[in-house]
């Protein structure tokens, strides 16, 4: 949480987590590794953009930008200009762009540069100096996890990673967050050697959209949806991560990687903990990150894995009317790869809460539309005072977080078709969020580094969490590399713009499930 100062300490009424104070970062700067990458453009610059705009970076904050090109200052600048320009989701104001770039440096070299990071423990020293940063700086690491230990070294050697008295040092990693359990558990320890746990913030940036954090709000500020949120009430979960994109200019990452590791690992496990984890004691980190942390321990696999997960790759299709590539034939995606484009797989949880309930988690590219969403179906009615014919339509009842687009909340239930007999309907009720709040929804990387430079850790998952969603999902990937050894199964092609292969199908068949057609 934002640190106690004496003020708050001897007033009450000015608590640190009062939320009519405004969270503005205090005297601070940022240093980003891995400038020239896809997410440095669009999402991390004009998150940076949009905080200043909207006053909640203080007036010195400094970027500095570090990466193997021979860039002076205003090239970098121009850089983040183009950035800003094309992806900031607040109005360009000139003025706060003036104040913003006067702090921008550019730092050439690369990881193995001894003297390149001399010159960044200068330029920040001289940031000290001439924009207040006040020796507390945040090192962004958005670049391949096979250098983060290489960098977090030079950080150490170079005496960039010290705390002094009254300053901060915090490091930012981007996932993936190794490729199984035991690289996962190398990384956390190369981080570890250099920066505390409490320095360490590992981003998940679905932890900072707002749908996902109001699934805590929804769940703990209310009475009405805990009572029936258990294997009593709830027939299955269904989590969905559905993209319309195919994987673009990333075939460098992402073949290899594959969907599951890409966003099942890490984004759907943690709307799974959020849904599935019992009432934290607080809304700090420790409590929240504990709760999480128990639930992901008793996640389980079920034995059949051939029956309970589904793995395809896209072929060419229609994708908002447009005709588009299959997976092999994106450029830099070898024609014998098996790297799987959709994921599908069926987890319990081994707990009096859930026992029984299974979740099923599914992301794909290519699919039919854009749709991230988590589906609470809840059993039937144990008895139906009606005639048959009454309930032929009467499917079950439902919650549906909409986590996006269209965010919201939807309730499906049962309702009277008006008329003289009965029948009875699915009707929905509906909250969105545009329709209820005047205030736009930040984006979530504002969130996040916001976050970063408050020190404050709730939103980002701890190494513990990492580590058990590899211990969750590395028997899947392994049964998954058994079957392409053996030559006999392999990713199940679907046509772009459908909803994903035949086998996810029927994957929720033997349960005697369909998947919802968000
Ligand atoms: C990233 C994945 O973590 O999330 C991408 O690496 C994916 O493959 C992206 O496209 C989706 O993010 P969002 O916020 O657009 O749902």
Do not use: C
């Not at 984890?277 to 980190?285: I, K, L, R, V």
């Amino acid at each position: 949480m934002t640190p106690r100062t004496s003020a708050y300490a001897t007033n009450p009424l000015r608590h640190p987590e009062d939320r009519r104070l405004p969270r503005i970062a205090g005297p601070s700067g940022m240093v980003l590794f891995g400038v020239t990458g896809d997410l440095s453009r669009k999402k991390i610059m004009p998150a940076i953009y949009d905080l200043a705009n909207r006053g909640l970076l203080p007036p010195g904050f400094s970027l500095v930008g570090f990466a193997r090109r021979e860039w002076a200052d205003q090239d970098f600048a121009q850089i983040v200009h183009e950035a800003v320009k094309e992806h900031s989701r607040t109005e360009f104001r000139e003025e706060v762009w003036r104040q913003l770039s006067e702090g921008f440096r550019f730092v050439p070299g690369d990881f193995s540069d001894d003297l390149a990071f001399d010159r960044l423990r200068r330029t920040i020293e001289e940031l000290d100096v001439t924009r207040g940063t006040g020796g507390n700086h945040a090192f962004y690491l958005s670049i391949p996890p096979r250098f983060f230990g290489d960098v977090v070294q030079q950080l150490q050697e170079h005496g960039l990673a010290e705390e002094r008295p009254g300053t901060w040092r915090r490091v930012v990693v981007e996932k993936p967050f190794g490729h199984d359990l035991e690289s996962a558990r190398e990384l956390n320890a190369s981080i570890g050697e250099v920066f505390p746990s409490g320095s360490v913030f590992r981003i998940d940036h679905y932890l900072g959209k707002e749908t996902v954090q109001n699934i805590l709000a929804m769940r703990f500020a209310n009475s009405m949806f805990e009572p029936i949120w258990n294997a009593n009430y709830v027939d299955h979960v269904q989590i969905t991560m559905a993209e319309d994109i195919g994987i673009g200019g990333r075939a460098g990452y992402y073949d290899g990687i594959g969907a599951a590791r890409d966003v099942i690992q890490n984004h759907l496990l943690q709307l799974m903990a959020l849904i599935a984890m019992e009432e934290p004691t607080d809304f700090d980190a420790d409590a929240l990150r504990i709760e999480k942390q128990k639930v992901l321990a008793a996640i389980t696999l079920p034995k059949r894995l051939d029956r309970t997960t589904a793995r395809g790759q896209y072929a060419a299709g229609w994708s908002g009317g447009v005709k588009v590539a299959g997976f092999h034939d994106e450029e830099g995606i070898p024609a014998s790869s098996t790297t799987e484009t959709y994921a599908a797989i069926t987890l319990g949880i081994d707990n009096r809460r859930w026992a029984g309930v299974p979740f099923y988690l599914r992301h794909g590219k290519r699919l039919g539309r854009r749709v991230t969403e988590v589906a609470v179906v809840f059993k039937r009615a144990p008895h139906l005072p009606f005639h048959a014919s009454a309930t032929e339509e009467l499917t079950q009842n439902a919650l549906v977080v909409r986590v996006q687009p269209d965010e919201g909340l939807t309730l499906r239930f049962g309702s009277k078709v008006p008329g003289t007999s009965m029948e009875i309907r699915d009707v929905t009720m509906d909250f969105a969020y545009g329709g209820t709040f005047t205030e736009a929804s930040p984006e979530a990387y504002e969130r996040l580094i916001l976050d970063v430079l408050l020190g404050d850790p709730p939103l980002f998952p701890r190494h513990e969490e990492v580590e058990q969603s590899w211990r969750i999902l590395d028997p899947v990937l392994e049964h998954w590399a058994r079957q392409d050894e053996k030559g006999k199964h392999k990713p199940e092609p679907y046509a772009a713009g459908t909803w994903g292969p035949s086998s996810a199908e029927a994957m929720l068949a033997r349960d005697g499930r369909t998947w919802r057609r968000p």
